[in-house]
């Protein structure tokens, strides 16, 4: 028995450097697949969506769940953007520089459906929205366009582009904005703040990223953050997330499911 087990440890060869470097090229491939096409994290700069997602948090999104479905992957599930929904998507404009910007809202309205907002509350096809997950109108710093929506014009309301001030009369059918095929009309919970589809307009299928699962790390951020863009700004940040990593993480939204 002795010499039988000393035979087969003679017979085992050693893994050569060369394969060893190709099997950390598979796991990095492997991992950059995941990363890319099934998971992606995002962090959340602002104070739209509270209470569902606070500034500082950082979620896992799940980019194949509401992904048009593929003939090579049968096996995975896929569904429709439904009423509710949480996503993170494109901005359907760009910015001032040429470049995209991932936002998070909630899906008010999905193609077909009749929306318009009355001192704050929102109706769709006419019946009024119960939304626990947003702040119960009316609100102190009453806006008229932002609260009245579609039946104030944006003409005095500079967040409004131009784009979607020239386009919005023709999506509006008696005093109802319907949204069009291949469409969503996205809003922010924190209603007030939220620069949403009432200031840019719809967002195309196509530009839908994921849907976020759940919170994997927050970090105490003031909501003035998002504004410092510089480089000197973003190491200074980088330094006191480091220095009170323990004292600043919001351990209590860690493993946060979000809905």
């Given amino acids: ?91 359907p404009t760009l910015e001032a520089d040429g470049s995209h910007l991932f936002l998070v809202k909630r899906v008010i309205g999905l193609p077909g459906d009749h929306i318009h907002l009355q001192d704050g509350v929102v109706y769709r096809n006419g019946v009024a929205l119960k939304e626990p997950y947003a702040a119960p109108p009316p609100y102190p710093d009453y806006n008229p366009y932002r609260d009245d929506f579609p039946a104030v014009p944006p003409a005095d309301n500079s967040d409004v582009t131009a784009e979607w001030a020239e386009a919005l009369p023709s999506h509006v059918q008696d005093g109802d904005l319907v949204v069009p095929p291949g469409m969503y009309f996205m809003m922010g919970d924190n209603r007030t703040v939220s620069l949403d589809s009432r200031f840019w307009g719809f967002v195309p299928r196509a530009n839908v990223v994921g849907r976020p699962m759940f919170v994997y790390w927050s970090f105490d951020t003031p909501d003035s953050e998002q504004y410092k863009t510089s480089l000197g700004d973003r190491l200074n940040w980088a330094m006191h997330e480091t220095i009170h990593f323990f004292d600043g993480t919001r351990w209590s939204r860690t493993f946060h499911l979000v809905k």
Avoid at 29 to 34: A, E, I, M, T
């Fill in 1 to 91: 028995m002795e010499q039988t087990l000393e035979k087969q440890e003679e017979q085992k060869v050693e893994e050569t450097p060369l394969e060893a470097f190709a099997s950390i090229c598979g796991v990095l491939v492997v991992g950059l697949f995941v990363l890319t096409f099934i998971f992606q994290n995002f962090g959340i700069p602002s104070s739209s969506m509270e209470k569902a997602l606070l500034v500082g948090d950082h979620v896992l999104v799940a980019r194949i769940t509401l992904a048009p479905p593929a003939r090579w992957a049968p096996f995975i599930y896929y569904r429709k953007v439904q009423h509710g929904d949480i996503v993170v998507f494109y901005k």
